[in-house]
């Protein structure tokens, strides 16, 4: 890990650059997938399972015993923390419900915009080593809240078949209708279009890798919703002199041992600060079970000195990171500063784990430098707002003239003959 | 136009079916154009505005002689209309403005949730026959209203190099800071890239025909954002014995003028208004301009006799409109029942045209279905929520062991370390 010292303006796009995600390649094997689903429904997703994650299923969706055995698997402290984790993530959610805004524009015409919940909504858990249980809260939790009517999950089987206990768990505390033993594009294909026995939905959530990725970009295009493309995960921390060095090695670390790819930042205007965190982070990173990939993503971490606060701030705002961290004096006012960032940690106490699991705010986030333009994953995410408007005849002859001007200057007559029968009519 | 009696359930999907987009064959031509315009900037853009708009341009940009003079050049009663629909909107979208939502999870624990504005917005305005000076209204002036920084207008150049005067006064009343003479493909790669002239921006607005929309779609793959992708107009009209048929008839007409792809439903229970309205078409046809567009679209629209309200309801939300107007007697309880529809009119004297222009909704809409999942442009299309979380000492206290505990449970050692060498700090 090299300290990059006072880089010049011009500097900072290749040294704010991500890594390129070139999805050609794979873009034909995805297509395929996509058509093979659409048109061969479950016997598709069959043959996908059994050669992608090498076991064959009978039946692809979880049975009620399945869900009722999975409370028995796991520890109590588990189960006491994802209870409590999911109290959290409801009640931080539940906050942001949006009332109907009602506007009288002129007398006599009423203008609203109301939140729906969208009907039918897909969540995709990713398998591999670890159970992603927490994304199932993040994802079903605020569609639950939101009033969906259908909630189903599809997440790849492990070798004998089965799905970790703690996602099952984590699917029945969150109001998971259905769960379905399916990955990949595939479990994608199968939400997008719909099979025999998986429904098809209107929007889809969840992370994954690029086949994932690039097949909820696909479907995208054909009409169906999907959340935020995932890129690799990312954090920049802010940190000062009265920042703790171990504190702020533990964020950098935790970042880096998701992925080989994850990205790495710290900015700071002491020298003294990025010079006892490298040396802590190469302490801690000794006791590290995921050492390997930490170490890998470490490589590509960047350290940079800069003159002052401003320019710090200027930096973030440019690069838009997934995860802030402001682990400064006057974190709290330096928030206020922060125009492009998914979610923002403040002070020395709020680690990233804590939007991870259990504070209440959202871990899909926009990676990817995608923070300039979204937001991570919110309530809104699980509703549509639909406008609505009631003129009376009286609202309609204070606003119909003007409204024909309009029209007829866009050459659009019938419009305006829409609004000139209605003013004609006497009754009423 | 045939009224179809009665359809059985499993007809309506065929029976609500829109026409189908293919893309693919303008895909290779399209990417051509975005690559052109990435590479070599500027005078890729002069190269496709003299091939395809017939005009070579100096200067891309619009002056600010062209901008003072547009006022002078329009009628008094076109530009108050203008002023009062710019007024209704803002009102409108500002009442959309939210607030920060701010939660104390557990007690040491704040989050809050804040509408930041995006930075950039970049806005299409299609040329073609007439100036759609009101599409500029309803994407300019939520961006000032939600307070993004920038904001560019890109239109094509008519044959003399020039832009309809009530575009740039629109443009002038809605806080546009630049326009540039580019149409196209050519326009939507210039925003997402930028060029020596154009800023790049953060998200592109903008109705366009094929090649605009799919190069939209196309740039939001890089990481540029988009408003939603844009399809034929779509009215879907319910109406019962006391909606006077001129009326329906004049309101299926406005969106048959749209365009020959235009989709025009009416749903009734009565045979008698629909036989009714059928005949008024016939009559207002005649004195139509657009009469040719509008009686191709009418080839295809789809008088519909259902047997009941509840059926009606059913079928509204399965279709999921674009546009609906609800002209019955209890409008406004039935207009409870919409799941699904992008903007809804209630009542005999709400004309779709008030949407359109000067009610203050916006008219840039979800169609194609896309309002099952997806909101027309507001206020919340400007802004990305941005999530923050500040924990005191005791409020890591208060939450550490759960977040440790979720962290181990999916593998994450370091995660975990990240709350751990916190809580172990005494002092603080």
């Given amino acids: 890990m090299k300290i990059i010292q006072y880089p010049e303006k011009q500097e900072w796009d290749s040294l704010l650059s991500r890594p390129d995600q070139d999805q050609e390649e794979i873009r034909n094997s995805v297509s395929q997938i996509l058509e093979d689903v659409k048109k061969n429904g479950d016997v598709a997703l069959q043959k996908y399972t059994?050669?992608?994650?090498?076991?064959?299923?009978?039946?692809?969706?979880?049975?009620?015993?399945?869900?009722?055995?999975?409370?028995?698997?796991?520890?109590?402290?588990?189960?006491?923390?994802i209870r409590m984790a999911a109290a959290n993530i409801e009640k931080f959610h539940a906050a942001q419900k949006g009332e109907e805004t009602s506007v009288e524009v002129i007398p006599g015409l009423n203008c609203w915009q109301k939140p729906v919940p969208i009907d039918s909504i897909g969540i995709y858990v990713p398998g591999g080593s670890a159970p992603l249980f927490s994304s199932v809260l993040m994802m079903a939790l605020p569609a639950r809240v939101a009033g969906c009517n259908n909630i189903i999950l599809t997440t790849p089987p492990d070798k004998e078949g089965g799905v970790h206990p703690a996602i099952l768990y984590a699917a029945r505390q969150s109001g998971v209708n259905k769960i379905y033993k399916v990955g990949g594009a595939q479990a994608v294909a199968a939400m997008a279009y719909g099979t025999e026995s998986i429904l098809r939905v209107n929007?889809?959530?969840?992370?994954?890798?690029?086949?994932?990725?690039?097949a909820k970009q696909l479907v995208s295009m054909e009409g169906v919703a999907i959340d935020l493309p995932a890129g690799p995960s990312e954090v920049l921390v802010v940190a000062d002199d009265q920042a703790p060095p171990r504190f702020i090695a533990a964020d950098l670390l935790s970042q880096a041992e998701h992925g080989t790819d994850s990205q790495v930042l710290l900015?700071?205007?002491?020298?003294?600060?990025?010079?006892?965190?490298?040396?802590e982070i190469e302490n801690m990173l000794k006791e590290l079970p995921r050492k390997d990939i930490a170490e890998k993503a470490l490589e590509y971490s960047r350290l940079i000195l800069l003159s002052n606060m401003d320019e710090i701030m200027d930096m973030v705002n440019c690069y838009a990171p997934e995860h802030l961290i402001l682990a400064?004096?006057?974190?709290?006012?330096?928030?206020?500063?922060?125009?492009?960032?998914?979610?923002?940690?403040?002070?020395?106490?709020?680690?990233?784990?804590?939007?991870?699991?259990?504070?209440?705010?959202?871990?899909?986030?926009?990676?990817?430098?995608?923070?300039?333009?979204?937001?991570?994953?919110?309530?809104?995410?699980?509703?549509?707002?639909?406008?609505?408007?009631?003129?009376?005849?009286?609202?309609?002859?204070?606003i119909g003239e003007s409204t024909m001007t309009m029209a007829r200057a866009e050459g659009l007559e019938a419009h305006s003959m829409a609004v000139q029968v209605r003013m004609e009519n006497k009754s009423g």
Same sequence: chains 1, 2.
Avoid at 57 to 68: A, P, W, Y
Avoid at 203 to 211: D, E, H, V
Avoid at 366 to 386: E, Q
């Fill in 328 to 398: 400064t004096e006057n974190a709290t006012e330096l928030s206020r500063q922060v125009r492009n960032s998914g979610s923002v940690f403040i002070g020395n106490y709020t680690p990233e784990s804590l939007g991870d699991y259990t504070s209440g705010t959202n871990h899909v986030l926009p990676t990817n430098g995608y923070a300039v333009s979204h937001s991570g994953v919110n309530l809104d995410a699980f509703v549509k707002k639909i406008t609505f408007q009631r003129a009376s005849q009286d609202g309609l002859g204070n």
């Fill in 267 to 279: 900015l700071s205007a002491s020298e003294r600060l990025l010079e006892d965190t490298r040396r």
């Fill in 203 to 214: 929007k889809i959530f969840g992370p994954g890798n690029r086949f994932v990725t690039l």
């Fill in 50 to 81: 059994k050669a992608l994650d090498g076991v064959q299923l009978d039946n692809i969706k979880v049975s009620d015993e399945e869900m009722d055995a999975a409370a028995g698997k796991l520890d109590d402290a588990l189960k006491e923390a």
